[in-house]
Each structure stands twice: as C-alpha cells, then as structure tokens.
C-alpha cells in the first residue's frame, strides 16, 4: 500500500514559480515510478511529469518542457515539481502519482489527493 500527500500549492501570479512536495509512505519499499498529473475544471486530466526511481530519467508533457523540473529524494520519500514561469494555463489540482510503468500508464496505481495551483493574470 502507498500513500501519497502532496503540498505547496497555491496563489501566484503569471511568471512567478511554486515548488510542489509529495511525501511518499509505503509499507513495503517499493521502487516506483513517480509522477505528477493535473486537472483543470471542466477538462480531463493531464500527464505533467515523471521520474524514475534512479532519478535520472525523466519525460515531460511539451506544455511544461523548459519551465517544470521534476526531483526525488528518496531519503526524504519525497517527490518535487519545480514549476517555473507559470501561466494562467497552469491552473489546476495537480496531483502526485506512483506507477509501475515509466512513462506512466493511466489508471496510474496510486494517486495522491491534490494539490491546487492558481495562476492569476
């Protein structure tokens, strides 16, 4: 089993940036694929990011390519999105997510309970 707590969201202006956290608990160690999703209101939601265990691999939608960084610390068990230059657009619950398959393959196999971000303009 795994649970997934994510932090950091919040108000911020267009071109500003926030750090999410996604602290990771399991009762059996896992080596995970982690990711994080979002979704707006009234849209499906939306691949964002996604690491690999190592740290080392690591895909992003084209929408956030140059402007998100995802991290691990796997001595923390936590998971980080680094979201620079927001927009509007970015607007969304963002959600944390662990997963088998790199990259991740919905329905992923655990999902945290979000996160919102809100861009203002």
């Known amino acids: 089993q795994v649970q997934l707590a994510e932090s950091g969201g919040g108000l911020v202006q267009a071109g500003g940036s926030l750090r999410l956290s996604c602290v990771v608990t399991?009762?059996?160690?896992?080596?995970?694929?982690m990711a994080w999703f979002r979704q707006a209101p009234g849209k499906d939601s939306e691949f964002v990011a996604a690491?690999?265990?190592?740290?080392?691999?690591?895909y992003y939608a084209d929408s956030v390519k140059g402007r998100f960084i995802i991290s691990r610390d796997n001595a923390k068990n936590t998971v980080y999105l680094q979201m620079n230059s927001l927009k509007p657009e970015d607007t969304a619950n963002y959600y944390c997510?662990?997963?088998?398959?790199?990259?991740?393959?919905?329905?992923?196999?655990?999902w945290g309970q979000g996160t919102q971000v809100t861009v203002s303009s």
């Open positions: 997510a662990a997963d088998r398959s790199f990259p991740p393959i919905r329905p992923v196999d655990y």
């Open positions: 399991q009762s059996t160690p896992s080596r995970y694929v």
């Open positions: 690491i690999v265990w190592t740290g080392d691999r690591t």
